[in-house]
């Protein structure tokens, strides 16, 4: 059973930045594809960003491109996403989440298997 905490999140200014992490546990993730999700109030869960198990394949949702980098430490069993110029439309909970199959990147929720249990990212003046 893979276990996922995330942390990082917080309240920032707009054009301000944060990192997220996604922490594993229970099985080593190197075999794990994997998405960060958000979900603001009152709308549906929004895929972001994903990565394959190998690290060298990732997506982006249109909204986050060239803002947001995913990315991996296996060594470190965590995953990482680095949010830079938010804006206040990217106010959310963030989740992520893992995939057995680890050569999968896409932003299906019931394609992923394993979720954390979200952390607050607020960007207000």
């Known amino acids: 059973q893979l276990q996922l905490v995330e942390s990082g999140g917080g309240l920032v200014q707009p054009g301000g930045s944060l990192r997220l992490s996604c922490k594993a546990s229970?099985?080593?993730?190197?075999?794990?594809?994997f998405g960060w999700f958000r979900q603001a109030p009152g709308k549906e869960r929004e895929g972001i960003s994903c990565?394959?198990?190998?690290?060298?394949?990732?997506n982006y949702v249109d909204s986050v491109k060239g803002r947001f980098t995913i990315s991996r430490d296996n060594a470190a069993n965590t995953v990482y996403l680095q949010m830079n110029n938010l804006k206040p439309e990217d106010t959310a909970v963030y989740y992520c989440?893992?995939?057995?199959?680890?050569?999968?990147?896409?932003?299906?929720?019931?394609?992923?298997?394993?979720w954390g249990q979200g952390t607050q990212v607020t960007v207000s003046s």
């Open positions: 989440a893992a995939s057995r199959v680890g050569s999968s990147c896409h932003f299906k929720p019931l394609g992923y298997d394993y």
């Open positions: 990565i394959k198990s190998s690290g060298g394949i990732t």
């Open positions: 229970g099985l080593p993730l190197e075999y794990y594809a």
